[in-house]
């Protein structure tokens, strides 16, 4: 009985084997390479217009500051506005950035199911995508990047790279080729729609993104 159900597996995977050879045979190879360039300006000025539109498509919560005060400052509107009780920020280097009645509030807040926004910082904001850059090394922790439903990124315009690959480039560049636990790309609110298509927001991630973009470079970032 095994012996014959072995058999008929042989016999099915050398069909199959046999199909996939005959639709191929003949076809023309197709060589895939590499892009020319960006098609963005590779100036640190030329990406941030191209990583907000891209942000903007899909999450409309970025904004653009010339100062860090500036954009500190656009960063607190946005609490009362949202009504948040309970922030969490796990990152050591963001206390010096937020004024004292704000972090004192909120400052190594473990992130929990009850957290309502979780505020980091980015590895590498990528223009060519829209998209953050984030690791484990900014807290030692995965939670801070997907149990929070809305996250707030505060970076400077010179953490901007053009693509992914450049990113990667300079995270091994950074880190000496021994990467961090964890590196993941949030693109936009988390979306899902496994289940009967039906489209969730904040399955796997956050279901809001906000990006706070300083021109003037962040000190401890």
Same mark, same amino acid.
């Given at each position: 009985?095994?012996?014959?159900?072995?058999?008929?597996?042989?016999?099915?995977?050398?069909?199959?084997?046999?199909?996939?050879?005959?639709?191929?045979?003949?076809?023309?190879?197709?060589?895939?390479?590499?892009?020319?360039?960006?098609?963005?300006?590779?100036?640190?000025?030329?990406?941030?217009?191209?990583?907000?539109?891209?942000?903007?498509?899909?999450?409309? #919560?970025?904004? %653009?500051?010339?100062? =860090? +005060?500036? @954009? $500190?400052?656009?960063?607190?509107? !946005? /609490?009362?506005?949202?009504?948040?009780?309970?922030?969490?920020?796990?990152?050591?280097?963001?206390?010096?950035?937020?004024?004292?009645?704000?972090?004192?509030?909120?400052? #190594?807040?473990? %992130?929990?199911?009850? =957290? +309502?926004? @979780? $505020?980091?910082?980015?590895?590498? !904001? /990528?223009?060519?995508?829209?998209?953050?850059?984030?690791?484990?090394?900014?807290?030692?922790?995965?939670?801070?990047?997907?149990?929070?439903?809305?996250?707030?990124?505060?970076?400077?315009?010179?953490?901007?790279?053009?693509?992914?690959?450049?990113?990667?480039?300079?995270? !091994?560049?950074?880190?000496?080729?021994?990467?961090?636990?964890?590196?993941?790309?949030?693109?936009?609110?988390?979306?899902?729609?496994?289940?009967?298509?039906?489209?969730?927001?904040?399955?796997?991630?956050?279901?809001?993104?906000?990006?706070?973009?300083?021109?003037?470079?962040?000190?401890?970032?």
């Amino acid at each position: 009985m095994l012996q014959n159900n072995l058999t008929d597996q042989a016999t099915a995977r050398n069909r199959i084997l046999e199909r996939i050879k005959k639709a191929t045979t003949g076809r023309p190879r197709i060589d895939i390479t590499q892009p020319a360039g960006l098609f963005v300006d590779e100036s640190v000025a030329g990406l941030t217009e191209p990583f907000v539109k891209l942000l903007n498509q899909v999450a409309e #919560n970025s904004v %653009v500051g010339d100062t =860090t +005060e500036g @954009v $500190i400052v656009e960063f607190n509107r !946005l /609490i009362p506005e949202k009504a948040w009780k309970n922030i969490s920020c796990q990152e050591p280097n963001m206390a010096e950035l937020l004024p004292n009645k704000t972090y004192s509030l909120i400052f #190594n807040r473990e %992130v929990t199911w009850e =957290t +309502e926004a @979780v $505020i980091t910082g980015g590895e590498v !904001l /990528i223009a060519n995508t829209g998209s953050v850059m984030v690791s484990t090394t900014q807290s030692q922790s995965r939670r801070e990047f997907v149990v929070g439903p809305s996250q707030v990124v505060l970076e400077s315009e010179s953490q901007i790279s053009g693509t992914v690959d450049s990113a990667m480039d300079g995270m !091994l560049n950074r880190f000496d080729g021994k990467l961090p636990m964890l590196i993941s790309c949030i693109s936009a609110p988390n979306r899902n729609a496994d289940i009967e298509k039906t489209l969730i927001l904040g399955a796997h991630g956050p279901r809001e993104l906000y990006v706070f973009i300083s021109k003037e470079k962040f000190n401890n970032l």
